[in-house]
């Protein structure tokens, strides 16, 4: 009987021993869940070396902004622009045009009879953007009798002179207008590449936290796996000794069953985040990148946080300033406003002022040369050029309003954002609440059972409900970090 009173504190004393161990583990993890920013490490320790094999997000974003072949192809794009303005400028490179004709033709003086006539003219045209003409040249038709040419001097007819565009055509006209909006293609086409960029970095963002949230995920699934595993060895221990019924290794057994599918399930969505992943990872020479092994993934951080109104308004603020959208707006009212003023221009009658000075030189030259006119036309009704300044305008019409429904859409956008995240912080806080308090019910529950006062079945079950709080805190986290990346987006600043 003595024997059997020792055997029943020595038992006793060995769960209350378990009863305390598991007590000092589970507050342990009670208080990792407080996921603080991560502090600055030292350079040559562990965490920074880990930190400097870690995909952190800004590294990742950073990689995609740089290698993302979508991106590449959109800032290839963006380049094309350049090109199309150096095509436009070409209208006003100086043209130098020459000719050299030999002619057999019949004498005006003498019907009947053959004369043959030279003409060489050279001539440099200089058009500016106001319209103006310039233009140099020369001319040599040494005749005695008169040809198809004007003649001049045995040394040539040298001259000077300008065409000037006095209404229509005067400071814009179709080529300078050309180029105007060639000139604006080049940001426009960079704001376009802006809102591709934004969408890509933001979906890129989502994808990446949902990498981190699975790879936390296993821990959990992981460390409720190992404290099944652990009981079972257990169990057995006192089912051996007549303390436990022998159906208590058949129920933990399976429990680790029932686990090890939930940790499957875990690291088969870690392989789909990855592959998700991967499909944003290049490295400079085009190839697709290397994925972190699963001990070097970044952890999940910051931790979430309510946000200001302060903040809540600077996002406002530098959403409206920042986003590509409304740039690109801006931007297509300026080339709007320039087909409005050609099209204006353009009803204007055409009226071209030309003045010609030059010296006709050598043997037979008469010295000074002297062309001056105006050129008049002038269409009666002018409808396409009316139908043109109306459309511009209701383009410019449109795109205001675009421009006040555009606004109003990205400030809903960073509102959503903003609420997104508080919401999730204060979900966030609840649920942390809610695994705390879990924990102290499974620490109970299991000094209970070391006590004798509970069942496998009870303790696999407080398990099991921390765990899922766990999984719902890691969750809350994701959706919290997803909605600061669509924060940052939308304000323009990511």
Same mark, same amino acid.
């Given at each position: 009987?003595?024997?059997?009173?020792?055997?029943?504190?020595?038992?006793l004393?060995?769960?209350?021993?378990?009863?305390?161990?598991f007590?000092?583990s589970?507050?342990?993890?009670?208080?990792?869940?407080?996921?603080?920013?991560?502090?600055?490490?030292?350079?040559?320790?562990?965490?920074?070396?880990?930190?400097?094999k870690?995909?952190?997000?800004?590294?990742?974003?950073?990689?995609?902004?740089?290698?993302y072949?979508?991106?590449?192809?959109?800032?290839?794009?963006r380049?094309?622009?350049?090109?199309?303005?150096?095509?436009?400028?070409?209208?006003?490179?100086?043209?130098?045009n020459?000719?050299?004709?030999?002619?057999?033709?019949?004498?005006?003086?003498t019907?009947?009879?053959?004369?043959?006539?030279?003409?060489?003219?050279?001539?440099?045209?200089?058009?500016?953007?106001s319209?103006?003409?310039?233009?140099?040249g020369?001319?040599?038709?040494?005749?005695?009798?008169?040809?198809?040419?004007?003649?001049?001097?045995k040394a040539g007819?040298?001259?000077?002179g300008?065409?000037?565009?006095?209404?229509?055509?005067l400071?814009?006209?179709?080529?300078?207008?050309?180029?105007?909006?060639?000139?604006?293609?080049?940001?426009? &086409?960079?704001?376009?590449?802006?809102?591709?960029?934004?969408?890509?970095?933001?979906?890129?963002?989502?994808?990446?936290?949902?990498?981190?949230?699975?790879?936390?995920?296993?821990?959990?699934?992981?460390?409720?796996?190992?404290?099944?595993?652990?009981?079972?060895?257990?169990?057995?221990?006192?089912?051996?000794?007549?303390?436990?019924?022998?159906?208590?290794?058949?129920?933990?057994?399976q429990?680790?069953?029932?686990?090890?599918?939930?940790?499957?399930?875990?690291?088969?969505?870690?392989?789909?985040?990855?592959?998700?992943?991967?499909?944003?990872?290049?490295?400079?020479?085009g190839?697709p990148?290397?994925?972190p092994?699963?001990?070097?993934?970044?952890?999940?951080?910051?931790?979430?946080?309510?946000?200001?109104?302060?903040?809540?308004?600077?996002?406002r603020?530098?959403?409206?300033?920042?986003?590509?959208?409304?740039?690109?707006?801006?931007?297509?009212k300026?080339?709007?406003?320039i087909?409005?003023?050609?099209?204006?221009n353009?009803?204007?009658?055409?009226m071209?002022?030309?003045?010609?000075?030059?010296?006709?030189?050598?043997?037979q030259?008469?010295?000074?040369?002297v062309?001056?006119?105006?050129?008049?036309?002038?269409?009666?009704?002018q409808?396409?050029?009316r139908?043109?300044?109306?459309? &511009?305008?209701?383009?410019?019409?449109?795109?205001n309003?675009d421009?006040?429904?555009?606004?109003?859409?990205?400030?809903?956008?960073?509102?959503?954002?903003?609420?997104?995240?508080?919401?999730?912080?204060?979900?966030?806080?609840?649920?942390?609440?809610?695994?705390?308090?879990?924990?102290?019910?499974?620490?109970?529950?299991?000094?209970?059972?070391?006590?004798?006062?509970?069942t496998?079945?009870?303790v696999n079950?407080r398990?099991?409900?921390? &765990?899922? &709080?766990?999984?719902?805190?890691?969750?809350i986290?994701v959706?919290?970090?997803?909605?600061?990346?669509?924060?940052?987006a939308?304000?323009?600043?990511?």
């Open positions: 009987m003595l024997l059997k009173t020792k055997g029943i504190r020595f038992l004393a060995a769960c209350l021993m378990e009863a305390f161990c007590q000092q589970c507050s342990a993890q009670i208080e990792s869940i407080d996921l603080r920013p991560a502090l600055p490490t030292v350079a040559g320790s562990k965490d920074s070396q880990r930190e400097g870690a995909l952190s997000f800004e590294n990742f974003l950073k990689a995609v902004d740089k290698n072949p979508k991106l590449l192809s959109a800032d290839a794009e380049k094309i622009s350049s090109a199309k303005r150096l095509e436009k400028s070409g209208a006003f490179d100086p043209t130098l020459h000719l050299s004709e030999y002619l057999r033709v019949q004498d005006t003086f019907p009947g009879k053959a004369k043959e006539a030279v003409h060489n003219e050279s001539r440099l045209d200089l058009l500016t953007r319209g103006i003409k310039v233009f140099t020369m001319r040599l038709n040494p005749n005695d009798t008169k040809t198809p040419f004007v003649p001049t001097g007819e040298y001259y000077a300008m065409s000037v565009p006095l209404l229509r055509g400071r814009i006209n179709e080529k300078s207008a050309a180029e105007q909006q060639a000139k604006l293609g080049e940001p426009l &086409a960079a704001n376009i590449y802006g809102s591709t960029r934004l969408e890509v970095l933001l979906k890129a963002a989502a994808t990446y936290w949902e990498w981190v949230g699975a790879r936390a995920r296993i821990n959990v699934a992981q460390n409720l796996l190992s404290l099944a595993e652990i009981r079972v060895t257990q169990v057995k221990g006192r089912v051996e000794k007549g303390d436990s019924a022998a159906l208590e290794i058949a129920e933990s057994e429990e680790i069953q029932r686990r090890q599918a939930t940790l499957i399930k875990t690291e088969r969505e870690l392989q789909k985040a990855s592959i998700s992943l991967s499909v944003f990872l290049w490295d400079e020479n190839e990148r290397k994925l092994a699963k001990e070097e993934m970044p952890e999940l951080g910051p931790e979430p946080r309510n946000l200001s109104e302060t903040e809540w308004l600077e996002g603020k530098f959403a409206l300033e920042l986003r590509p959208e409304l740039k690109r707006i801006r931007l297509e300026e080339q709007a406003r087909d409005l003023r050609l099209a204006e353009q009803i204007l009658p055409a071209d002022a030309y003045f010609l000075q030059g010296a006709d030189t050598g043997p030259g008469i010295g000074p040369v062309r001056a006119g105006m050129n008049v036309s002038m269409p009666l009704r409808r396409s050029a139908g043109l300044a109306e459309a &511009a305008r209701l383009k410019i019409q449109k795109l309003f421009e006040k429904a555009e606004k109003l859409r990205i400030q809903t956008e960073v509102d959503d954002t903003v609420s997104a995240m508080n919401a999730a912080y204060e979900r966030y806080s609840a649920t942390k609440q809610e695994v705390k308090k879990a924990l102290e019910v499974e620490v109970g529950e299991r000094k209970r059972f070391a006590a004798g006062d509970s496998v079945f009870l079950q398990e099991r409900t921390t &765990a899922e &709080a766990k999984m719902r805190l890691l969750e986290h959706e919290y970090l997803q909605a600061l990346a669509a924060f940052r939308v304000s323009g600043r990511i």
